[in-house]
């Protein structure tokens, strides 16, 4: 899996990652990786717990 692309809104409300599954994209993986994002989120809170006020949401898409 590799990251591609991170696109953050102006108002910090969404992250959309793009990512690419190698050697192909399977479905299973990405649901899978998309249901974690809470779990994702919550680390990413407290890695930047007193740096940023409001944690946003995250977004995963598979890279064209």
Not at 18 to 23: E, G, N, V, W
Not at 26 to 49: A, G, T, V, W
């Amino acid at each position: 899996m590799t990251l591609i692309k991170i696109h953050i809104t102006h108002d910090m409300n969404l992250i959309k990652v793009y990512i690419s599954i190698y050697p192909f994209l399977d479905k299973n993986i990405l649901k899978s990786i998309r249901s974690k994002s809470r779990f994702y989120r919550k680390m990413l809170s407290h890695r930047l717990r007193y740096r940023v006020k409001k944690i946003p949401k995250l977004d995963f898409c598979a890279a064209v």
